[in-house]
């Protein structure tokens, strides 16, 4: 997981003695405080809540999921509403547990660091009216041709499930971003996600198809994009167009695109806006910027 800097911890242990939590009825180790009762405080508030979420892990509630941030022997989490929503912050020592854990998955890289930190305001930022429109051109031509076991690699935050809500039974998403599955669990508890990159990840046999989309594949080592190819009978990959990358990036070394690779691996690729696309779909034609 995305380790804590000592800027943010040290912000953190400040916060957290200016608020007043007050203890729960049903135990005496579990606190909590409101975000109304501090007004003039709110972005503290909001920043709290967002260093939960990008640097905490998942922990199980009995039947439900949370985001459980571990901080000098205490736990804080909220109860997983958007952001603008969330109007408690609770606390317990980190060793209460309720019901049954599943050990988290601790993996790190660059671009891992990159996406923890946007994770919390990620839907924010691509929710624009552009970013819309970009979603709808892709989703009306995709959607026709997703079909059976869904395997969703980079999947974020969880935008395939947004617009095409598939059953939790045959749908895997796989992502290595700590803050985003903190966000996909939160948005879709009841789908399966595997904390791994692509080039980590192991299955036997074929799903029915395979996507990754908005620039997820150019993180992929170019020696597994045979891989790719074969993962699912039917397949969508978007990478980065040449010399376009995302704003958020400083060094396009952390990519891995190959597109002469792609173009001798992938028979049939075209243009989507940013996007150069590699896929087996009868999805026709170039499109231009939007």
Known sequence: MPLLPESDLDWILDYIDTCFWKPSKQSASHAYTLREWR???DADFVKFVELIRTYGHPENFYSKTYIYLHVEGMKYWTMGSPIVETIIINRAPSSAFYGRQVAPVINRTYAETVYDRLSPRYDDKYSTNSYLAENAQLFNALT???????????????????????????????????????????????HAFRQKTFDEFEHEGQFDTAISLFGSPSYIN???YEKLQTIGKSYYYMFYKENYLPDYYISPDETNTNYQRIKDVFPNTHI???????????????????
């Open 39 to 41: 007004p003039n405080h």
């Open 222 to 224: 170019p020696v597994y």
């Open 144 to 190: 026709p041709h997703l079909k059976g076991s869904i395997l969703d690699i980079g999947c974020g935050t969880g935008l395939l499930l947004e617009y095409f809500p598939t059953s939790p039974f045959i749908y895997l998403g796989i992502d290595p971003s700590q803050g985003m599955m903190n966000e996909f669990i939160r948005k879709f508890p009841s």
């Open 272 to 290: 989507f806006n940013n996007y150069f696309v590699a896929t087996n779909m009868p999805i026709e034609g170039t499109y231009e910027s939007l």
